[in-house]
């Protein structure tokens, strides 16, 4: 899957889905072409040293933020890092607010997950021949716990140690988008005692459960929803403005995480065995 360079600088412990303000300054980045058995991912895996860890960048909307979040080929982003050896992966991502105190620049680790998007292929397992004439079995995947314990407390207590305090937990909506809610769906939102609405923390958690990684959603409030404000609605142009202000302060608390998080071969958490010893089928990555 690797078109160029050697493997030392090609393989990574650690994946990290976001954008090229997390990894564009660092030394030595090795820029990696990856093509998976469900086509291209979002774009190269950008591959470099933090904290003596070696760590997979994944720009999930491209690097020229090209890809909407309904258009993003997921299964061939989880797959590509699993290709490259990362068994943990860090989803930060942009969410509005679903109550009036999680107000922009609020750090939210949440602990579940409501599934509201409807067009995004999310399983590796749907027993239908692939490209390259695999056949995968037909998996059911336990979710109730959607994201990986460990990976969750090492973010809470990074955040908390470096004077961002989070919302430890809560309930991550995501929406098919791209457009933002209407007020109607964001009281209904709130209404359901959920915390925070999105459109891309699906389907990267449960694909990552497929594939036995860890995953890790790590939440930045950049507005407030439709129903908590009393405002025009949201804007993207608000959204970008509060994502670039605290893009800083993410990625330091990001690389704090990485920092903290245990070796792959340490791991002990219920994302190892994913499929609950299910035969996929199929080589997993
Ligand atoms: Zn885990």
Redesign the pocket.
């Known amino acids: 899957m690797v078109q160029s360079g050697d493997t030392t600088h090609t393989r990574a412990e650690i994946g990290v889905i976001g954008g090229s303000g997390f990894y564009s300054f660092l030394d030595d980045v090795t820029e990696v072409t990856v093509d998976t058995p469900y086509g291209r991912p979002s774009d190269s895996l950008f591959i470099g040293d933090v904290a003596g860890r070696r760590v997979a960048f994944l720009p999930r909307h491209g690097r020229s933020h090209h890809l909407p979040p309904h258009k993003i080929n997921y299964r061939a982003n989880l797959w590509a890092l699993g290709a490259a050896g990362v068994r943990?992966v860090l989803g930060p991502c942009a969410v509005g607010g679903l109550r009036v105190e999680y107000g922009p620049g609020t750090l939210l680790v949440p602990d579940q997950l409501v599934d509201r998007t409807k067009s995004r292929a999310q399983s590796y397992f749907d027993g239908e021949a692939r490209a390259d004439g695999l056949v995968p079995n037909v998996v059911h995947v336990t979710f109730a716990d959607p994201y990986?314990?460990?990976?969750r407390k090492a973010a809470v207590d990074t955040a908390r140690a470096s004077g961002w305090e989070p919302v430890d937990g809560g309930t991550l909506v995501v929406v098919e988008g791209p457009r933002f809610s209407t007020r109607a769906e964001s009281l209904w939102h709130a209404a359901q005692g959920w915390s925070v609405v999105g459109m891309t923390g699906h389907p990267e958690a449960v694909l990552a459960r497929e594939l036995g990684l860890?995953y890790t959603s790590v939440n930045l409030v950049t507005d407030l929803d439709a129903g908590a404000d009393t405002g025009e609605g949201v804007a993207h142009e608000e959204v970008l403005a509060v994502f670039a202000a605290n893009v800083g302060r993410m990625r330091d608390v990001l690389f704090d995480v990485i920092a903290a998080l245990p070796g792959n071969e340490e791991?002990t958490?219920?994302?190892?065995d994913g499929i609950g010893g299910q035969d996929p089928g199929i080589p997993l990555p």
């Open positions: 943990q990986c314990p460990v990976g860890c791991r958490c219920l994302c190892v």
